[in-house]
């Protein structure tokens, strides 16, 4: 009996707290919010990638190829792709470089397998 009593108060503070975090999915409907989650994206998260101009599929993209949401925007805002981007990093070329290649024509070419 005394167990239930106490687990009733706890439940619904935690149930109160949840529903009351400030900036979770505020300005965005439930479609966004599904697609989002549907992502792997939390709610914060989802913000600031939503606020940097990305969707939810393009987002999760960038993050599966390991770029942070600082790196992608970079990257993205000089027109690379995703696969672009991790080319030319695979390779251990850097933005303002792959920039400049590009500009002269040149692709990023991977190092050889060694067999």
Known sequence: ??????????LAL???ACSS???NWQGMSNPDIAQWQ???FNAAEAQSWKAAGFTPSRGLKWKQAGFS???????QQQKFSVDEASQWRKIGVALDEA???RNK???PI???KIE
């Open 1 to 10: 009996m005394m167990s239930k009593k106490l687990v009733m108060p706890a």
């Open 14 to 16: 935690l149930l109160a």
């Open 21 to 23: 975090t400030p900036g």
């Open 38 to 40: 549907a992502a792997g």
């Open 69 to 75: 949401l600082m790196e992608a925007s970079r990257w």
């Open 99 to 101: 920039v400049a290649n």
């Open 105 to 107: 024509g040149l692709m």
């Open 110 to 112: 991977p190092p050889a």
